[in-house]
């Protein structure tokens, strides 16, 4: 059964950085679609960035896009999420998700990536608290 590990949450100063992990225990981690997720209390979850690990095609969404930077180490089986220039209304639970061991609708997972439904597999969520 494939398992994510999230690490690296913290609290951190308006306009600094963290990088979070997501370490999975499979071996086929080049064959998933995987993403990061964050929710806020009283907020949904929603997607901020997702990545298809084999060829390394990655989506951002617009309120992260060009702060922060999604890469793999595939030898690691680990996908790391680097935040830079965090807000306060950054702060949310991070969720790194995959749809292991295969990445069912690759085909439009352009299109689909921000939606919650098209991943299996869900790590604990790590904390990240940005104050002003």
């Known amino acids: 059964q494939v398992q994510l590990v999230e690490s690296g949450g913290g609290s951190v100063q308006a306009g600094g950085s963290l990088r979070l992990s997501c370490r999975t225990s499979e071996f086929t981690y080049s064959r998933y679609c995987m993403a990061w997720f964050r929710q806020a209390p009283g907020k949904e979850r929603e997607a901020v960035v997702g990545i298809y690990i084999a060829d390394g095609s990655t989506y951002y969404d617009d309120s992260v896009d060009g702060r922060w930077t999604i890469s793999r180490d595939n030898t690691k089986n680990t996908l790391y999420l680097q935040m830079d220039m965090l807000k306060p209304e950054d702060t949310a639970m991070y969720y790194c998700?995959?749809?292991?061991?295969?990445?069912?609708?690759?085909?439009?997972?352009?299109?689909?990536?921000?939606?919650?439904?098209?991943?299996?597999?869900w790590g604990q969520g790590t904390q990240v608290t940005v104050s002003s």
């Open positions: 998700a995959a749809d292991a061991p295969l990445c069912r609708n690759r085909g439009v997972y352009g299109s689909t990536w921000h939606l919650p439904q098209e991943y299996n597999t």
